[in-house]
């Protein structure tokens, strides 16, 4: 006799200490044990449903701070130097000047948004802004009191030498960022792969 089932029926059985909670919590909700393990496993299909496609969730302010923190600190400035010696990482060029090139300006914005994907991070901004042009407005750019708001860091974060303003830290310029990076309609998101 052929199956009448669409799929082979799943049969397991949980340990005692769940078996006790799904009993208990069926009961107290008038329903059987099937219904709430099926109602579950729909929940979780729902959410899963796009196996192996990448999901976004906005940061919170602390975690993408950390996220921007991190990677001034550790990728992007000279983790073993203080704050006022230039920016350096594998592939920057100064020239004889000791100055940045406006491509190399470049090359150090992609530079940092690629450090904020390996963490698993990434930066997007509404409108079809793209997300280069934006991020090197943030970090190479003076900036206006109608952009940021008054009382509000205006100054270039990084210079020409590329050097951090000057009395400026790594978690201040990871708060900076982030809040120019929100004044002009981005944020940071946790990207997951399900």
Known sequence: MPSRHAYPPISFRPPEPLRQWLTAYAARHGRSVRGVITEAL?????????????TVQALTTRVATDHLDRAFRFKFMRPDK???????????????????????????????IDVLSSYGCVIRFGGGMDVSTAVHHVLWDQWTQA????????????????????????????????????????????????
């Open 147 to 194: 952009e940021i708001g008054n009382g509000r860091f205006i100054g270039r974060m990084f210079d020409d030498e590329g050097c951090i303003y000057h009395g400026c830290t790594a978690d201040e310029a990871a708060k900076y960022a982030l809040e120019r990076i929100r004044a002009i309609g981005g944020d940071l998101y946790s990207v997951t792969d399900q």
């Open 42 to 54: 729909e929940e979780f299909r729902a959410v899963h449903d796009h196996e192996g496609y990448t």
């Open 82 to 112: 203080m704050a006022w010696y230039p920016i350096s990482f594998s592939g920057l060029e100064y020239t004889h000047d000791g100055l940045l090139t406006p491509a190399m300006k470049v090359k150090a914005t992609q530079h940092l």
